[in-house]
């Protein structure tokens, strides 16, 4: 008889504070008011989160109670089927395995033999299920004009427009709209016809040398390098072949089979020499830079490739320590 107790954790924690899994620990379900993200822009709605205490390891009856009324069973033999079950999630643990617990999170051993869980970020506060996160952006206002005060008994007068400044108005509106139509149809044409010439020109632009491989932020530094003696038409021919069979090379490093990338947000920015900073800053750390835009914003965190969720663990850490305390695991 196949048991799945693991799913029995999810259900049960819906409607208690705690769930013990004896002689291991047990998983507690704690109120988290609501939360705003400001790097990311996110309100995130008030529920309950899961840790994992490895201090309780007395078995409150919750589990063992289940498996007694969904299958029939003795306490007795219900008992010992949570045992039995415990016992195979520590052997697994042992083995330096994750050990998954459906909507409720990830449970394995650190290189220190310390317990470490991740939950899956599953809502377990009734009154708040289902609510989903509202992304939101900063609005500007405008200061409102002061209403005139009037003095009292008298009514406000009228102001007579003379009627050569009516006919200069609707003159320089007229002229106005004409202007921003010339300029609208400027800027449609340019964007239609002119942008596949600069992309033409552009791929006919060899790169400098002086560019390659140089880091972004670098460049006003670089050295400017005497341009080559132009190559004669049998080297032109052998290097055209030789990059026809090449492939092109990336500056984004080949994952290794079997690692997974992940990516943390460091900060995010309106200002573009804000964000060619912080990819300095990232390169200069060690780590390889990412950004993604968001509007008028820039996302800038750093992205790695891992094998385990411990190497990221631990990567959350150090970017924390190094850039913010602010710092978010945005993907993987």
Same mark, same amino acid.
């Given at each position: 008889?196949?048991?799945?107790?693991? !799913?029995? %954790?999810?259900?049960?924690?819906?409607?208690?504070?705690?769930?013990?899994?004896?002689?291991?620990?047990?998983?507690?379900?704690?109120?988290?008011?609501?939360?705003?993200?400001?790097?990311?822009?996110?309100?995130? #709605?008030?529920? @309950?989160?899961?840790?994992?205490?490895?201090?309780?390891?007395?078995?409150?009856?919750?589990?063992?109670?289940?498996?007694?009324?969904? /299958?029939?069973?003795?306490?007795?033999?219900?008992?010992?089927?949570?045992?039995?079950?415990?016992?195979?999630?520590?052997?697994?643990?042992?083995?330096?395995?994750?050990?998954?617990?459906? @909507?409720? $999170?990830?449970? +394995?051993?650190? /290189?220190?033999?310390?317990?470490?869980?991740?939950?899956?970020?599953?809502?377990?506060?009734?009154?708040? +299920?289902?609510? #989903?996160?509202?992304?939101? /952006?900063?609005?500007?206002?405008?200061?409102?004009?002061?209403?005139?005060?009037?003095?009292? $008994?008298?009514?406000?007068?009228?102001?007579?427009?003379?009627?050569?400044?009516?006919?200069?108005?609707?003159?320089?509106?007229?002229?106005? %709209?004409?202007?921003?139509?010339?300029?609208?149809?400027?800027?449609?044409?340019?964007?239609?016809?002119?942008?596949?010439?600069?992309?033409?020109?552009?791929?006919?632009?060899? &790169?400098?040398?002086?560019? &390659?491989? &140089?880091?972004?932020?670098?460049? !006003?530094?670089? @050295?400017?390098?005497?341009?080559?003696?132009?190559?004669?038409?049998?080297?032109?021919?052998?290097?055209?072949?030789?990059?026809?069979?090449?492939?092109?090379?990336?500056?984004?490093?080949?994952?290794?089979?079997?690692?997974?990338?992940?990516?943390? %947000?460091?900060?995010?920015?309106?200002?573009?020499?804000?964000? @060619?900073?912080?990819?300095?800053?990232?390169?200069?750390? $060690?780590?390889?830079?990412?950004?993604?835009?968001?509007?008028?914003?820039?996302?800038? $965190? &750093?992205?790695?490739?891992?094998?385990?969720?411990?190497?990221?663990?631990?990567? %959350?850490?150090?970017?924390?320590?190094?850039?913010?305390?602010?710092?978010?695991?945005?993907?993987?």
């Amino acid at each position: 008889m196949e048991m799945d107790i693991g !799913n029995y %954790i999810s259900s049960l924690l819906y409607k208690n504070k705690t769930v013990a899994l004896p002689g291991l620990g047990s998983f507690e379900a704690a109120y988290q008011p609501a939360v705003i993200d400001q790097v990311q822009g996110e309100l995130h #709605p008030p529920g @309950k989160t899961v840790a994992f205490n490895a201090n309780l390891v007395s078995d409150d009856g919750l589990l063992s109670g289940m498996i007694q009324e969904r /299958y029939g069973l003795s306490p007795q033999e219900a008992t010992q089927t949570l045992e039995r079950y415990v016992s195979e999630v520590k052997e697994a643990i042992g083995r330096r395995e994750i050990v998954v617990f459906p @909507k409720v $999170g990830r449970l +394995y051993q650190d /290189y220190e033999n310390n317990l470490q869980f991740l939950p899956d970020g599953n809502n377990y506060d009734v009154g708040s +299920y289902g609510l #989903p996160t509202v992304s939101f /952006y900063p609005v500007a206002r405008s200061a409102r004009p002061q209403p005139v005060k009037e003095s009292p $008994g008298k009514a406000p007068k009228a102001r007579a427009v003379p009627l050569q400044s009516a006919q200069a108005t609707n003159n320089g509106l007229i002229a106005a %709209i004409a202007a921003a139509t010339v300029v609208v149809s400027v800027a449609i044409y340019f964007l239609i016809f002119g942008t596949d010439q600069d992309h033409q020109q552009a791929m006919q632009q060899t &790169v400098p040398t002086s560019r &390659v491989n &140089v880091r972004p932020g670098d460049e !006003n530094t670089a @050295k400017a390098t005497p341009e080559e003696e132009a190559p004669s038409e049998a080297e032109t021919q052998a290097n055209a072949t030789a990059d026809d069979t090449e492939e092109a090379d990336t500056e984004r490093p080949t994952p290794v089979p079997g690692q997974q990338s992940y990516v943390i %947000i460091v900060g995010v920015f309106g200002n573009p020499d804000n964000v @060619k900073q912080l990819i300095d800053d990232i390169y200069d750390a $060690g780590y390889e830079p990412y950004t993604e835009k968001a509007g008028k914003l820039t996302k800038v $965190g &750093v992205q790695r490739t891992y094998r385990s969720e411990a190497e990221i663990e631990a990567a %959350i850490k150090d970017v924390r320590k190094r850039f913010t305390k602010d710092a978010k695991l945005y993907r993987w």
